[in-house]
């Protein structure tokens, strides 16, 4: 028998339900805020992640399911929307801003374990085109306000400014004397970032106490970012979300600029402990080749880490199910089962024609209906007789009162 494939998941009820009630609140809240439907392709060219989230990542250096294609071009598996998200942007020629919301599978060859999966599943939201930190406040408040929607409980958001590229580059070099100066207390692979990603330093779990007092990015912050920042906490006050500036706070990605952030639940703590995370990305677009600047923030929020901090949605999933004594009425309680879903009910009823009472019942039982209805002899009458389960009596209702005695008018 073949089986999955490590670090993949099947995904069945009763925990699909879960995932279901994720996926309603993301397309609610995604219609609310204003942001439209993308749908991406899965498999990208290499160079946009290489370019776009950057080579001296971890997710480009060890994560990326790249392949040749029987064309011989270089293709990734996903393992991150933003950057795909802009380049869809850009190459539809869109102007001025955008709003979009995306879901579905990514691709990062990870060590298994629990909420870190090779093929997860992100639910994303990106403002694109807009520079104003209201943009960053509103995805901000968009992220807890799904985390919330859900139920996940004991958020905690964390915040943080990594400055505009020029800003980088100096404190770059500030932050590189600081870890030579430490070489010795480092890890074998923090000393190997010194060069290639100094700024990943501040956030290795490895790391917490040779870099505790490292200078930080949000005290070399220009002017500019300096005010962005500002802004951006001003507006998560006037909304009443709680945070907490994070010094070390800098994300794994190459393209971020300014503003960054991070969600956690008391929920859900795990060595990879982050349910969504992410900031502003001004500078995506250029290292994508475009010439058209596209000052964007966005957040992607990882769904196989939500469901284990979410409460089971509870609650039936069948609310009748219809029971045929004589198997010649079967086609007339087909088209009654239809005008119930029809009212927004959820019907179910044996697939099999002819099975004995006891039988239906039993299946009904197994269903999960809340109640069932008899169609027999007082059929021809315009009536059935209903009953919810765990309470004694049936009653006789007329056909069309059925609706309205289920949903308990
Ligand atoms: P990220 O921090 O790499 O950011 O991923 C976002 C979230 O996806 C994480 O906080 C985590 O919940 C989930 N996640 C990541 N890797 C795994 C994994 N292997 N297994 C399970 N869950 C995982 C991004 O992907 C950026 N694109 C976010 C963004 C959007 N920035 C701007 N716009």
């Known amino acids: 028998m073949i089986s999955r494939l ?9 925990d699909s339900r879960r995932w279901r009630a994720l996926f309603r ?31 001296a990542t971890e997710v480009v250096e060890k994560q990326m399911y790249t392949f040749e294609d029987r064309g011989g071009r270089s293709v990734t598996l996903r393992p991150e929307l933003t950057a795909g998200m802009v380049r869809a942007f850009v190459e539809a020629g869109a102007l001025g801003t955008m709003k979009l919301a995306a ?31 209201d943009a960053d406040v509103e995805v901000i408040e968009l992220s807890h306000r799904f985390l919330e929607e859900v139920g996940v409980e004991g958020i905690t958001l964390k915040v943080n ?87 070390r706070l800098v994300r794994g990605l190459d393209y971020y600029n300014r503003t960054v952030f991070e969600l956690f639940s008391s929920s859900f703590e795990a060595a990879q402990s982050a349910l969504g995370g992410g900031g502003r990305y001004d500078p995506l677009a250029g290292l994508i080749g475009s010439k058209k600047e596209v000052p964007a923030v966005g957040v992607a929020l990882g769904c196989d880490r939500i469901v284990e901090a979410m409460p089971d949605p509870g609650g039936r999933r069948l609310d009748l199910f219809v029971a045929v004594v004589d198997a010649d009425r079967r086609d007339e309680a087909r088209r009654w089962l239809g005008q119930l879903r029809s009212a927004g009910l959820r019907v ?50 007329q056909i069309e009162e059925v609706a309205s005695w289920l949903l308990g008018r």
């Open 161 to 247: 400014s990594i400055g505009d590229s020029a800003d980088r580059l100096a404190y770059r070099l500030i932050l590189q004397e600081f870890l030579r100066s430490r070489e010795a207390d480092l890890s074998p692979e923090a000393r190997r970032r010194i060069d290639s990603n100094p700024l990943r330093v501040l956030d290795s779990k490895a790391d917490v106490e040779a870099v505790a007092d490292a200078p930080v990015p949000i005290d070399h912050l220009g002017e500019a970012a300096r005010a962005h920042f500002g802004a951006v906490c001003a507006g998560l006050d006037a909304v009443g979300i709680p945070y907490e500036v994070e010094g």
């Open 348 to 397: 179910e009823w044996d697939p099999v024609p002819g099975r004995s009472l006891r039988g239906q019942f039993k299946s009904a039982d197994r269903s999960g209906a809340g109640a069932v209805a008899i169609v027999g002899d007082e059929w021809s009458e315009g009536e059935v007789t209903v009953k919810r389960f765990g309470t004694g009596e049936g009653e006789r209702l």
């Open 6 to 14: 490590k670090g993949t998941d099947d995904i069945l009820p009763p």
């Open 103 to 133: 879901e579905g599978p990514m691709f990062r060859y990870e060590q298994p374990q629990k909420g870190r999966r090779r093929q997860f599943y992100q639910v994303d939201f990106e403002y694109l085109g807009e520079a104003s930190p």
């Open 25 to 55: 609140a993301f397309y609610r809240l995604s219609e609310l805020y204003g942001y439209d439907l993308a749908l991406l392709p899965v498999i990208e060219a290499t160079e946009l992640f290489s370019r776009g989230v950057g080579e």
